[in-house]
């Protein structure tokens, strides 16, 4: 399995910028909710503490040696401890992460705020799309924003999934927001677009999920990692 590619960065920033501000106008991220950021060959990218993804400005973003230590930018969010570990978890997996996107999408919060707390994913698989663009979903037990412990909680997902052989694109922090992660922020923001989606159609008309002979057959048709 080859490794994902890293991203330019001067392209990498303007499409951190594009994408907060496609999220933000969306209403996929609401006030200074939500961060963006990018793995490089020598370290990462993420938009600043308390920015408004809408309105992102590429020469502000921070930018991080690969430690983690800020070299310039702005003062980037505290959660880049998460997606690092993100970023790391993911890099032996078949999804391995080079965009990380993390929102408090409305409809994701509300299944989040009325889930199970004995079920382990958020979301059953209602649509072959979901099946197939965004898979299971691990909802991670109630941290305080930026809690070492929801990012070894996360970490720990990444890798029993991988084992099984589902590896993962998205994790929801209860009562906080999704993480999802892929190749570029183009296809991370894709991601999470179905999965909301999803979210949203959980919310407005709950039915009995596909079953076992119709997941099988996306597996075998179109390689679903379920």
């Not at 702005?74 to 993390?102: F, M, N, Q």
């Not at 993480?179 to 179905?194: F, G, I, Q, R, T």
């Amino acid at each position: 399995m080859s490794a994902a590619p890293y991203l330019d960065e001067a392209q990498a920033r303007a499409e951190i910028c594009r994408v907060g501000r496609s999220l933000f106008e969306r209403g996929y991220v609401h006030a200074t909710a939500g961060n963006i950021s990018v793995r490089l060959a020598d370290g990462f990218l993420i938009t600043p503490t308390d920015a408004c993804l809408g309105t992102l400005q590429p020469e502000r973003l921070a930018r991080l040696d690969a430690d983690g230590q800020q070299l310039d930018g702005d003062r980037g969010s505290k959660t880049i401890a998460l997606h690092r570990r993100i970023y790391a978890a993911s890099e032996a997996t078949a999804t391995p992460a080079r965009c990380v996107i993390h929102t408090h999408s409305t409809h994701l919060v509300a299944c989040s705020l009325k889930a199970d707390p004995a079920e382990p994913e958020l979301l059953p698989p209602l649509t072959p799309y979901f099946v197939m663009k965004v898979g299971h979903v691990p909802h991670i037990p109630y941290h305080r924003p930026g809690a070492p412990e929801a990012a070894e909680a996360v970490a720990q997902a990444i890798a029993r999934y991988a084992q099984a052989g589902r590896p993962l694109r998205a994790v929801m922090l209860a009562r906080l927001g999704p993480n999802v992660w892929h190749d570029s922020p183009a296809h991370a923001m894709a991601v999470l677009e179905e999965l909301e989606e999803t979210a949203r159609l959980q919310t407005l008309a709950p039915v009995a999920p596909l079953n076992e002979e119709q997941i099988e057959e996306l597996r075998r048709v179109f390689g679903a990692h379920w």
